[in-house]
């Protein structure tokens, strides 16, 4: 299995990538998946991606590609490709429709990094399977969306909202952050591709979280095929 993590950010810059893309590297090294690593927009062209199973925007931020690498993307994924976005994938390229309809939603706001109660909805999944029961608390950045995606994806955990201070939009003044039904982490298929979003993984404590590290193994063998 060959994936490829990108990291390239326009705008803010999570300080955890650096833990990040080594717990990727430590991930693909034990399974014997050959993984690149690059934060260059031009890596994304047909022939480059004709080879790769998994995709993985990890922490992007922002505007990231021209039209060229777009287009290679998104061919990519049309064509049977798995995407994995992790955190922040709602919160990249919101101005190219086919990404955000592929994502699903779009980033608004979120309060301070806090302890939140997550619900895992489908234990079924190679991405949550693992899970003993169907509560998971962990201490995390807990995104809004401009939408619930529900009804256009495959919700597998979501959180809830009475376990943490959803209302504290100190850093986006105006913006409403409750949704009430929340969901964090979804699926979707897209042409004969997949995508896998999750919208945990902002602490650098969760890189060194089996459970965390597991429910991203699971995404990505997922997205590789294994359905």
């Not at 298929?189 to 650098?204: D, I, P």
């Amino acid at each position: 299995m060959k994936v490829v993590v990108f990291t390239k950010t326009d705008g803010y810059r999570h300080d955890c990538i650096p833990e990040a893309v080594q717990a990727l590297e430590r991930l693909c090294r034990r399974n014997n998946w050959n993984m690149v690593h690059t934060e260059d927009s031009l890596f994304f062209s047909k022939s480059n991606l004709k080879s790769v199973d998994v995709v993985v925007f990890l922490q992007t931020i922002g505007n990231i590609l021209a039209n060229a690498q777009k287009q290679a993307i998104e061919e990519f994924v049309m064509d049977g490709g798995g995407l994995v976005t992790i955190h922040t994938g709602t919160a990249t390229e919101n101005e190219w429709p086919w990404f955000s309809e592929a994502i699903g939603a779009k980033f608004i706001g979120h309060p301070p990094v806090q302890s939140g109660k997550l619900i895992i909805e489908d234990r079924s999944h190679p991405g949550t399977a693992f899970f003993p029961d169907s509560v998971w608390i962990i201490e995390d950045e807990w995104y809004s969306f401009d939408r619930n995606p529900r009804q256009e994806v495959h919700v597998l955990i979501s959180i809830d909202e009475s376990s943490y201070d959803v209302d504290d939009n100190r850093w986006f003044e105006g913006v409403n952050q409750r949704m009430g039904d929340h969901p964090l982490v979804w699926y979707k298929v897209v042409g004969k591709g997949t995508v896998f979003q999750t919208a945990l993984g902002h602490t650098a404590e969760l890189y060194s979280d089996s459970l965390f590290i597991k429910h991203l193994e699971g995404a990505l063998i997922w997205s590789a095929g294994v359905k």
